[in-house]
């Protein structure tokens, strides 16, 4: 997939020629190459089904590449069984042990290695304060909220102090609010103990907010991998441009393609200049893709390289900004977005509007039946 | 309510009763409305009450009662019983004893309860069977003038010129005994009342009852040993799987027990099919003898109650993420450590119940033992069934009964204590 160019030293885990399947008959990760760098925050997210958990367990250990190799450091991981890799693990449902308070559970994995008692009690009053839960020591997990609950995992899976911490979807049960904060209180906690997290969501918010680098997987492929900001501005694939962020999708046939650049005709024979990411030849179908806040209206719209007639089809109010839903060119869905104080009070529905954007910002990629 | 009134008063006029919009008391009516609400609950449940108390809560209390009770003496041998309550108990009773046993003795002979008393009375000394036959026989007598009632009692039997004979009489003249109790614990009353051990050559019941509770122990470690691995395999297989060879696990037990014991014979007998398969073999040269003894008896029990352990431990292994284990293996416990610390313990309290159960049922376990076992595997219930079937003795069937269901309750009361009735999961 795509290649970063980096020093072999900088590179903790390395999956090489990955492949898993499970039935013997269809291939749920499909040669798989990625390098996952030593102190970065690198999350795998993808739709159910698209294979990034699967990745993750064969990293743990809980399942077996079919194909391939995966290393950690310059070890090869493939015959070593989990309770050897030394790898922090949080799971969604958190998996705390519930016949243990919470000052157990984080000595469970210190026990294991032998510490001394006084040793084991510092490392967990440590770890304890990171996630500011000093006062909570001899609570069950049954006696905690959720968001109580995941902390600990967290502290759980970070007290001996691994090199490689593993997260599956570990905020998947929190409610909205909590999983903001919990996300920057991992991102801080990331960046203040400098490990390396390999982070698994399906949460496309979640995973901007808090990555280094962003793997998009779909059907056991990594569709891009990237940081957050490349991801969502040049998207490689309509998928990917569909998947993260909201999107607004034009469908037109290539006319012509120079370098960079094409020209797409429309549905109804408007033609629109759009940079090249992912077109075929001239007269193939292509599906563009430009984000709501790039798209301009009426006065805005006069400096544009590309400019449309759109009806005003729905206000849709959202408090900070409103939504306008458009159809474009015979294609409905189109949205935009408005601060509220550029609102201009007497548009209506049913009004046309101009609407236009910077050929830099529409990316025609391969045709996609995704419709928003 | 109770919370909202105060602030509802202050707010609105000063505490004027609130009233509905028809005018009537809030108070009142929510009343009604809060009646309303139980009945109908009540009447939902009333079926079901009413069925356990009749079926259930009023046997055990009859049981109960049925094992203390002796109504033999009192009600047919009613002038004695009243007037041998003031005997001294050391030489023999009075005249009035006698002339009220004669009177008694009569009235029995009339409307044919003498056997009952008779039987009642052979129970604690052998041969006053006869002697109340004897006697009553006799029934009524005719005194020349001046001659004692006693004499001619002693004339019919020198036996009745033995205070045992009238001390056996006089403990039996209440409506009430401990007599089945102690014996059923091979005890006896002594004179004085007290309970005392019985001779070694008259115990029973301490035996039989510490074989109950020693094969229901081992049936209960056995059915763990097989049951636990299988529920965990069963909880952890594909569900497709897991229901095919959960049905095989219910199979046998729809199935009556009777057949299963029968089959179980079939199978273990020494021309039966596991025995000549071994021998057609060659491992073994002479049959072994695998039913009529203490083997037949654990392998059918066993297999009778493996599904009492596997359900309730399946169900809470099921309820179990895997996540667990596989948290504790990635925090660097070997699997088979981390199954002892993590899983197991999880697991105890479902284990538990379904343990619980299996030597609940096994110490009250009648037809395995009865058909696969020989004289010495009989269990308590064995006799109790014997009682009431072939002795006709309620009193020590009840008795029986009745401690049985004590070692039920006082096990309870000790697994309660250990693991916490709360925590027991059935399923």
């Known amino acids: 997939m795509m290649s970063e160019k980096h020093t072999a030293s900088d590179t903790l885990v390395s999956f090489r020629g990955v492949q898993k399947s499970y039935d013997g008959e269809s291939l749920i990760v499909k040669n798989l190459d990625l390098d996952i760098r030593k102190g970065e925050f690198l999350t795998m997210l993808g739709p159910s089904g698209s294979g990034k958990t699967t990745c993750l367990m064969m990293l743990a250990g809980f399942e077996t590449p079919t194909h391939g190799e995966i290393r950690l450091g310059d070890k090869l991981l493939n015959h070593v069984p989990p309770h050897k890799r030394n790898i922090g693990m949080v ?4 998996a705390l042990f519930p016949h243990m308070t919470v000052a157990e559970n984080l000595a469970y994995p210190l026990t294991i290695r032998k510490m001394s008692k006084s040793e084991i009690t510092d490392r967990v009053k440590k770890a304890l304060g990171m996630v500011k839960l000093d006062a909570l020591a001899n609570r069950y997990p049954g006696q905690m909220s959720g968001g109580q609950q995941q902390r600990v ?19 998947g049960a929190l409610d909205k609010q909590l999983r903001e904060h919990m996300q920057l209180e991992i991102k801080h906690i990331h960046e203040n103990l400098g490990i390396t997290v390999v982070y698994v969501t399906h949460d496309q918010g979640e995973a901007l907010t808090m990555s280094d680098r962003v793997a998009v997987f779909k059907d056991g492929i990594i569709q891009q991998i990237d940081a957050a900001n490349v991801l969502y501005e040049k998207p490689v694939n309509s998928f990917v441009a569909n998947f993260i962020g909201e999107n607004n999708t034009l469908h037109g046939e290539v006319v012509a393609v120079q ?22 030849k001239a007269g193939e179908a292509t599906s563009m893709s430009i984000r709501p806040e790039r798209v301009r209206l009426n006065r805005y719209a006069e400096a544009c390289e590309n400019r449309l007639q759109a009806r005003l089809a729905e206000f849709i109010y959202f408090g900070d900004h409103v939504r306008l839903r458009l159809d474009v060119a015979g294609q409905s869905g189109f949205m935009v977005k408005v601060p509220a104080g550029e609102l201009d009070s007497s548009w209506k529905v049913g009004d046309t509007l101009d609407i236009g954007w910077m050929a830099r910002d529409i990316r025609a990629l391969d045709a996609s039946v995704y419709t928003h | 309510m109770l919370e909202v009134m105060p602030t509802m008063s202050q707010t609105l006029t000063v505490n004027a009763p609130l009233t509905a919009a028809d005018g009537e008391l809030l108070t009142v009516k929510l009343a009604r409305e809060r009646r309303n609400k139980q009945l109908k609950a009540v009447a939902l449940v009333a079926p079901l009450a009413i069925f356990l108390l009749l079926t259930f809560l009023v046997p055990i209390f009859m049981l109960l009662g049925r094992s203390v009770d002796n109504p033999e003496v009192v009600t047919h041998l009613p002038a004695t019983s009243k007037l041998i309550a003031s005997w001294d108990r050391r030489a023999l009773p009075s005249e009035d004893v006698f002339q009220a046993m004669a009177r008694d003795l009569t009235a029995a002979k009339e409307d044919k309860s003498v056997p009952e008393v008779a039987k009642r009375l052979n129970m604690d000394i052998s041969g006053f069977r006869s002697l109340i036959q004897k006697t009553a026989r006799k029934m009524p007598l005719e005194l020349a003038a001046g001659e004692s009632m006693r004499d001619r009692f002693i004339q019919i039997d020198e036996r009745w010129g033995d205070p045992d004979h009238w001390h056996v009489i006089a403990k039996n003249a209440k409506s009430w005994t401990p007599y089945y109790l102690y014996s059923s614990l091979d005890l006896r009353e002594t004179k004085a009342g007290t309970p005392e051990l019985a001779p070694e050559e008259e115990r029973a019941f301490i035996s039989i009852f510490g074989r109950t509770l020693w094969i229901s122990f ?59 398969a071994l021998m057609n073999l060659g ?28 359900l309730p431990a399946y169900s809470v292994m099921k309820s179990i993420p895997p996540t667990y284990m596989r948290a504790a293996i990635s925090l660097g416990d070997h699997p088979f450590a981390a199954f002892w610390k993590i899983y197991f313990p999880q697991t105890v309290a479902g284990v538990a119940a379904g343990a619980l159960l299996v030597f609940i049922m096994c110490i009250g376990y009648y037809i395995t033992p009865a058909l696969l076992g020989s004289p010495e595997e ?7 069934a014997f009682y009431t079937n072939v002795t006709i003795n309620w009193g020590m069937a009840a008795a029986l009964g009745s401690l049985l269901l004590i070692a039920t309750m006082t096990l309870y009361a000790v697994y309660s204590k250990l693991v916490g009735a709360n925590k027991l999961s059935l399923g």
């Open chain 1, 91 to 94: 799971f969604q449902n958190y």
């Open chain 2, 218 to 276: 081992w049936v209960t470690v056995f059915c763990l040993l097989l049951g636990y691995p299988l529920a965990y395999w069963l909880a952890n297989l594909p569900a497709r799987k897991s229901n095919l060879l959960m049905i095989l696990v219910l199979l046998p037990f729809w199935t009556s027990v009777l057949v299963r014991v029968a089959s179980w014979i079939v199978l273990l007998q020494r021309e039966g099919l596991i025995n000549s």
């Open chain 2, 283 to 310: 491992i073994i040269g002479e049959p072994l003898q695998l039913a009529f003894n203490r083997v037949g008896v654990y392998i059918a029990m066993v297999h009778i109650l493996l599904p009492f352990v596997i």
């Open chain 2, 378 to 384: 009989q269990m308590v219930s064995y006799y109790v």
């Open chain 1, 259 to 280: 370098d960079q650049h094409c020209t797409v005709r429309l549905g109804n024979g408007n033609t629109v200049q759009a940079a090249a990411v992912c077109v075929g």
């Open chain 1, 153 to 171: 995992a967290l502290a759980r899976a970070l007290v001996f102090e691994p090199q490689l911490v593993l997260m599956d979807e570990p905020l």
